[in-house]
């Protein structure tokens, strides 16, 4: 059995703290959590973000230098004027939208 880093393990819980926050918003803007849950997650300082990596969607002047595509972020939390402010990106419909 693989041990798992404790990085590992608060990255998983900062993800799914995230998951729960922005699960009423996803309901309520038709995105789906399943797909969201499947999804890379980061946090940097004040903010966290859900992103994919698309192999078959980017076009080629948003490739990377070592010729993968760019991450393109889906859904960001954002820490202003202490709350929590959830933003939608171009990309939120194309990967988030329930089918």
């Known amino acids: 059995m693989k041990k798992i880093s404790q990085g590992e393990v608060e990255r998983e819980f900062q993800k799914a703290l995230a998951v729960e926050y922005v ?3 996803c309901k309520k803007n038709g995105l789906s959590i ?14 966290c973000a859900f992103y994919v990596q698309p192999i078959d969607y980017v076009k080629t002047d ?3 230098i070592d010729g ?3 991450p393109q972020a889906t859904l960001i939390i954002r820490h202003e004027k202490e709350e929590l402010q959830i933003e939608e990106t171009e990309y939120t419909k194309v990967f988030l939208k329930k089918e």
């Open 23 to 25: 699960k009423n918003y």
């Open 62 to 64: 948003q490739l990377v």
């Open 34 to 47: 399943q797909k969201l849950r499947k999804q890379n997650f980061a946090l940097c300082d004040n903010e």
């Open 68 to 70: 993968g595509p760019k």
